[in-house]
């Protein structure tokens, strides 16, 4: 069995993939969202920002703390199936992104 450490980095490789995917998809925001956007109560603050947004500046930069820190990893993870429905709506599929984020959803859950 993998010790937690691979799973870390496997992690840390999926984060830098997840930001490569939202630069490819011209999705990488330059600028942060307003302080408020963030205290929304909303899974994923669906209603003030766009998931690629929370993905960026929530997801991101949450996990980089914790790679970085050597903090326990969450459990569970399941934004792979948010990102198929928000790509659902748009011209871009957004292939790459879900992969790497089933990637994560798959080394957080452990399967």
């Not at 302080?35 to 920002?49: K, N």
Request: with cysteine; hydrophobic share 45%; charged share 25%.
């Amino acid at each position: 069995m993998a010790g937690t450490g691979d799973v870390t980095g496997q992690v840390a490789d999926c984060l830098l993939g997840i930001e490569i995917e939202l630069r490819k998809l011209d999705m990488w925001a330059v600028e942060r969202p307003p302080a408020e956007a963030f205290d929304s109560t909303e899974p994923f603050c669906i209603d003030t920002l766009a998931l690629t947004q929370w993905i960026q500046f929530v997801f991101l930069e949450r996990m980089k703390f914790i790679v970085e820190n050597g903090h326990p990893l969450p459990r569970v993870s399941g934004i792979a199936p948010m990102a198929e429905e928000y790509f659902r709506g748009l011209p871009e599929s957004g292939q790459g992104l879900i992969q790497e984020l089933e990637a994560v959803d798959q080394l957080l859950s452990g399967s």
